[in-house]
């Protein structure tokens, strides 16, 4: 398949690089940045363009892969109207595609993607949603020779699964930060804690997360919760931090014993 890659982010690298090493090929890269474009248009063998007016006709499929809030404003000036047109965001509607063009859909990759971090896509969840059957099938088939788990999702359905993929990792990453920062604060390092984060993570493949839920709060220790707020009143963002997510914790426990 010939595809246009609109956007050169985290998203769009490892959608590419995918793509090509399955056979397919990435025609061109766009970017409003053109040494962005370049950038990756190097590595998957396409061509650079800076203008969405430059974008060839031939080609089979465009994905937007922009941030969600530039997503309908690229898509309003792409004028080829006879492609197939997908994003990659798991918070955008279809119907802001359908605003601008009869065939369009979504290739949502469900992950998180850093440009330095290498990735199996093959492990990827992709969910697909498009505006008719043929170009489901179009997106299934193409999904599949990048992705083992490829799932029909629809835009309400997608909504609930990003925030719920804001709670399961963007929130986690950024407790992490705090934990770095307490480590860093008594002279420790990061590197303690990742055998925890590790088997927490590998926990939670087997069982349900509140099935395997430790700590002071789901044991009731209130003298230890106690003292962890102590250690927090300086910083009182966190102790409020610590005491709500304690605080839903403990009914968590006690919903799960009534």
């Known amino acids: 398949?010939?595809?246009?890659?609109?956007?050169?982010?985290?998203?769009?690298?490892?959608?590419?690089?995918?793509?090509?090493?399955?056979?397919?090929?990435?025609?061109?890269?766009?970017?409003?940045?053109?040494q962005n474009a370049a950038l990756l248009a190097y590595h998957v063998k396409a061509e650079p363009i800076d203008r969405l007016d430059a974008i060839h006709a031939d080609t089979d499929l465009i994905i937007i892969s922009v941030k969600d809030d530039a997503v309908e404003d690229v898509a309003s000036f792409i004028n080829i109207k006879n492609v197939l047109v997908v994003h990659t965001s798991g918070a955008v509607s279809m119907q802001t595609l359908e605003k601008h063009f009869i065939d369009c859909g979504?290739?949502?990759?469900?992950?998180?993607?850093?440009?330095?971090?290498?990735?199996?896509?093959?492990?990827?969840?992709l969910c697909i949603e498009s505006t008719d059957k043929n170009?489901?099938?179009?997106?299934?088939?193409?999904?599949?020779?990048?992705?083992?788990?490829?799932?029909?999702?629809?835009?309400?359905?997608r909504k609930t699964l990003h925030l719920a993929a804001v709670f399961a990792?963007?929130?986690?990453?950024?407790?992490?930060?705090?934990?770095?920062?307490?480590?860093?604060?008594?002279?420790?390092?990061?590197?303690?804690?990742?055998?925890?984060?590790?088997?927490?993570?590998l926990k939670v493949q087997e069982f349900l997360p509140e099935e395997v839920q430790t700590g002071p709060a789901i044991r009731g220790d209130e003298q230890t919760m106690a003292a962890h707020l102590s250690l927090l009143e300086q910083n009182p963002e966190l102790q409020e931090i610590y005491r709500m997510l304690s605080q839903d914790i403990i009914k968590m426990a006690k919903s799960r014993s009534a």
């Open 1 to 34: 398949m010939r595809i246009t890659l609109i956007g050169s982010g985290n998203v769009a690298t490892h959608l590419g690089a995918a793509l090509k090493n399955a056979g397919h090929q990435i025609v061109q890269v766009w970017s409003r940045n053109l």
């Open 106 to 125: 979504v290739f949502y990759p469900l992950q998180t993607f850093s440009k330095s971090q290498e990735i199996d896509f093959r492990s990827v969840p």
């Open 135 to 157: 170009s489901t099938e179009i997106l299934f088939e193409l999904g599949r020779t990048i992705s083992n788990q490829v799932t029909y999702i629809d835009s309400a359905q």
């Open 169 to 201: 990792c963007n929130f986690p990453n950024y407790l992490y930060s705090i934990a770095t920062k307490l480590l860093q604060e008594q002279q420790m390092d990061f590197s303690l804690i990742k055998p925890l984060i590790l088997e927490t993570a």
